[in-house]
């Protein structure tokens, strides 16, 4: 049951994308838009029902930076690392959020699956340079100090929102 | 005249009623920038505040009732001093407006007509109060011809687009002039493609138009990937209108009855405003079948990118608009030849859509006034990096680098932002596919092809400036690692080569380069750039080929003597413990990896050059500030 109700989502993206192989890149963002990342069962159910293989299905998921086939954290913090905000030392944000969140390089998301930390290219706020988006909310000429200051906010929201369903 | 201008007359005529009848009018900056510094709110403020004031608030223009009306508008370009307000009919520009600040504008200048002092702009260098913008040096400078509209309109509202004559072009285009005349006169404008490769449209729409066959599609490309640079972006987000009667126009040219809007799916905004732009177009019949009370039928859709910088590269985003790997494929057959589904495809940048309508109102005389003989018009620049003033500029093609840095940019800063009379070292100008320009060129008229000659390229626009803080070493290697992990695989010198330039290049930073380095460093560039298929491996050695032109002395700095002249490179640097400074907490001690740091309690500590690996590990743990890396 939970599975059926699982591809019924789906079904319904392929369908008003006229189960079109040539609009798999809009079906695949709206399905990563709906479960936040592509579950591989799902890649596969794509390829069947818009008649190609599946090869080309995790091809294409594979090859652009947006779709990612791993969980993403309920944060998604992406450390602009455009041109301007390199020179005006962004990889230092990057670097202090990294110690502060306890990740790796290899390892981007968080235990608990509270924050995913990544860079990105250009989020054209390069006049406010560095700059940071967490989810949809944009931050800019941060410093390391403010960006770790901004993380420790979600967390206490976060463990209020904790407390609080504790209590109910 | 054809029945829609008269439609439109009466939209514009009634649009000017109205507006001439409120006696106020609030534009709020909502770019990217801005927004991000919060103009959302200053914009909801406004609203919440006037009404509470007992004067009648209007957001959009629908008849003549109303004391004031407030608007977000698209990106005003000076991002840095954000969120920006300018109140008409005065024109007076306030800068950093913060929600607390809207009652004051308010009650003084609403109501009284007061000037607000202290939030007027002040020019740093000469310490002068500007009233407005055209006071203010950063506008005085610049030629704003395609950004005229962004930032002094409501990009939601395709009735006030109408209102500043907006679709004229396009009409006139689909109802008086042929596709021969239309090709004719964008050849004659002698406009260049502003994406890039500087392509003359004229050219390429004849080519198209020539194809035999009924089906040709239209694509503009909005894939805007070079880090530290915005300019599409606010187009995109500042007056989406124009791209979409640039669009028309195109289709008309070419014969082409389809056409796709390509848009990077990091500027969220720009979707969503160029979306509600097109829905309000078919709203119209500007859009959709016989559109313009025309024969002409033009369809035109929005698709997302989903991250991939090869995708900038025609070839490619066809490919992804296919549904496919965005990998590029070998030219010729040209895409306005055999493009999106086989079919001939034109595409072209979001900047140059956006000049065609006003090469057609203006004329192209008028148009070739500007900017030089082979490159005429004008260009935005997105100028960024270590300048007082950083933003998206318009300037005329030819004019210089000391216009853009100096007049425009306010000049210089250092780190810390604070400005830097001598401090300029290099502009990087291009992105990852261009190159460094030097002092010298700071008089090089910025054309086409005078910068092609100093070895980089216009590219779409992005400038970042370097202070003579900045290690050129670790700019070309920020590039070469930005090419490198953005390469589709295809070619293998791309794929392999730029992989290998960067290991060369962490060599050089890292100390671990010989002399040989250099030399395999520039003959892996020449290789990759023979060996690769399309625009971004051919031109991805660039960074790193036009920096050892001009700066070899510092690559050979880092080669020979393993110094870093600017000191940036941390495993080139020397660390020492300051006697004065240090309390001898031993922390430092305990958090070095390698056991380098040895000292009693309450002792001077000492740092072991041999055994240290320079990961700056100490001088993070330090609280007293006594650890210092010193050039070596």
Redesign the interface.
Known sequence: METLRKFEKVWEIIDQNGR???????I??AVQAEYRYLPEEILTFIATSVGISPA?VF??AT?????TLKPKGKYHIRVC?????????SMDLHNALQKKLNLRDEKDTTDDMLFTLET??????????P?MVVN?E???QLTPERANEIIDDIINAEAHNEQDTHRL | MNKTLIGFNKIKTDYIAWENAVPHRVLVCAGTGCLVNGSMKVYEEFVKTIKEANLNVIVELKDEEGDVFVSKTGCQGFCQIGPLVTILPEGIFYTRVKPKDVKDIVETTIKKGDILHRLLYIEPNMLKVCKETSEIPFYQKQRRFVLGNCGMTDPEDIREYIARDGYVSAARACKDMSPEDICRTILASGIRGRGGGGFLTGKKWDMARQQPGDKKYIICNGDEGDPGAFMDMGIMEGNPHSIIEGMIIASRAIHADEGYIYVRAEYPLAVKRIRKAIKDAYTLGILGKRILSSDHTFNLQVMEGAGAFVCGEETALIASIEGKRGMPSPKPPFPSQSGLWGKPTVINNVETLSTIPLILSVGVNKFREMGTENSPGTKTFAITGHVLNTGLIEMPLGSTLRDMIYGVAGGITSDDGKPMADGFKAAQIGGPSGGCLTKEHLDLPIDFDSVKEAGAMVGSGGLVIMNKNTCIVSVARFFMQFTQSESCGKCVLCREGTKQMLVLLDDIIEGRATEETLKILEDLATAVQKGSLCGLGKTAPNPVLSTLNNFRDEYEAHVKYKYCPTGKCKALTKFTIDENLCKGCMLCAKKCPVNAITGERKQVHRIDPIICIRCGACIESCTFGAIKGEKL
């Open positions: 079109d192989s040539s609009r798999l890149i809009p695949l963002q080309r091809g294409v090859f652009y930076s947006l779709f690392n455009g041109t301007a905000c390199h020179v005006k030392r990105v290219n250009c989020l054209g706020a390069c006049g406010l340079a700059a949809e944009v931050y800019g």
